[in-house]
């Protein structure tokens, strides 16, 4: 089985607010393992982890071993005071302040940096995003700032601007993406920044009930076309479900990306080569320190 290259531990794919509520005094071993299971079940024995706040994801890593897994985190995500990502860490008003929060994250022995540049897609406006996305600037030196101290980056990153304004400033890989256009999948496989799509999260919702499953397929569709052009191009992807996330369980959810990309561009050996090929270069990129 492919590994999983973006979920969250803490989260367990039905209650945001209940996952929180099990871990915020401290993260809770049994759940944590129950989630590694899952993974072992189905073959998986590499995993990166998107971060936290509880520490649930650093547990994860001095477990993981027993269940045959590599387990790599960023700890906890940083984010722009204001903007998104108070969900999985913790915020900086100027760039002295995001450097202390990377040397705090490399201080508890983090294996990459996570930053988020945009908001997450907006379901009631099709193609946009909520929130600001950051500029070339800020992001560049947010770039700039953790490659110096040796880390390689993760971007949370959705929407055309946003996803331009992360490929241009260098980070390592690109998470989510969603509302991509051909331009900014050229893009990407004209760079070294590696696409981690998580198409599940909006695949998994058709028919759920959440959303109208007329806003769902359009945003899915648009996904799936984009997937298409990435592999045209032979862009640098691979597989991640942000397992954690509503109707995404632990598990279950990278072998249903799977799927999804089999739906979309069929089952064969050139698919499975070059999403092997993108996870290599996650391994590679994604250790601590490069």
């Known amino acids: 089985?492919?590994?999983?290259?973006?979920?969250?531990?803490?989260?367990?794919?039905?209650?945001?607010?209940?996952?929180?509520?099990?871990?915020?005094?401290?993260?809770?071993?049994?759940?944590?393992?129950?989630?590694?299971?899952?993974?072992?079940?189905?073959?998986?024995?590499?995993?990166?982890?998107?971060?936290?706040?509880?520490?649930?994801?650093?547990?994860?890593?001095?477990?993981?071993?027993?269940?045959?897994?590599v387990y790599r985190t960023p700890v906890f995500g940083?984010?722009?005071?204001?903007?998104?990502?108070?969900?999985?860490?913790?915020?900086?008003?100027?760039?002295?302040?995001?450097y202390s929060l990377v040397r705090e994250a490399i201080g508890q022995k983090a294996d990459f940096i996570k930053i988020m540049t945009t908001g997450l897609m907006d379901f009631d406006r099709h193609g946009q995003v909520t929130?600001?996305?950051?500029?070339?600037?800020?992001?560049?030196?947010?770039?700039?700032?953790?490659?110096?101290?040796?880390?390689?980056?993760?971007?949370?990153?959705?929407?055309?601007?946003?996803?331009?304004?992360?490929?241009?400033?260098?980070?390592?890989?690109?998470?989510?993406?969603?509302?991509?256009?051909?331009?900014?999948?050229k893009a990407l496989s004209q760079s070294h920044t590696i696409w981690v799509p998580t198409t599940v999260t909006v695949r998994n919702l058709l028919g759920n009930g959440r959303f109208p499953d007329d806003t769902l397929r359009p945003i899915w569709e648009t996904a799936a076309e984009n997937i298409r052009t990435a592999y045209r191009l032979k862009a640098k992807v691979a597989l991640g479900s942000d397992a954690g996330a509503y109707c995404v369980p632990h598990g279950q959810g990278i072998v249903d990306e799977y799927r999804t990309f089999q739906h979309i561009l069929g089952d064969s050996e050139d698919v499975d080569l070059w999403l092997a090929a993108g996870e290599t270069a996650v391994k590679e990129t994604f250790q601590t320190h490069r």
């Open 1 to 69: 089985m492919f590994g999983e290259c973006h979920e969250h531990i803490f989260m367990d794919g039905a209650d945001y607010l209940a996952a929180v509520k099990t871990h915020k005094n401290g993260p809770c071993e049994p759940v944590i393992r129950a989630h590694l299971l899952e993974y072992q079940k189905r073959g998986v024995t590499y995993i990166r982890d998107g971060g936290d706040k509880y520490q649930a994801s650093v547990l994860a890593r001095k477990l993981a071993g027993e269940y045959g897994i």
């Open 78 to 98: 940083i984010y722009k005071l204001g903007q998104y990502g108070k969900i999985v860490g913790f915020s900086f008003s100027n760039m002295k302040e995001y």
């Open 131 to 185: 929130g600001t996305p950051l500029s070339l600037e800020e992001v560049r030196e947010m770039v700039h700032i953790a490659h110096e101290e040796g880390m390689a980056v993760m971007s949370h990153t959705n929407g055309k601007q946003g996803a331009m304004t992360a490929i241009e400033a260098g980070v390592d890989s690109l998470e989510h993406g969603n509302f991509l256009d051909e331009e900014t999948v």
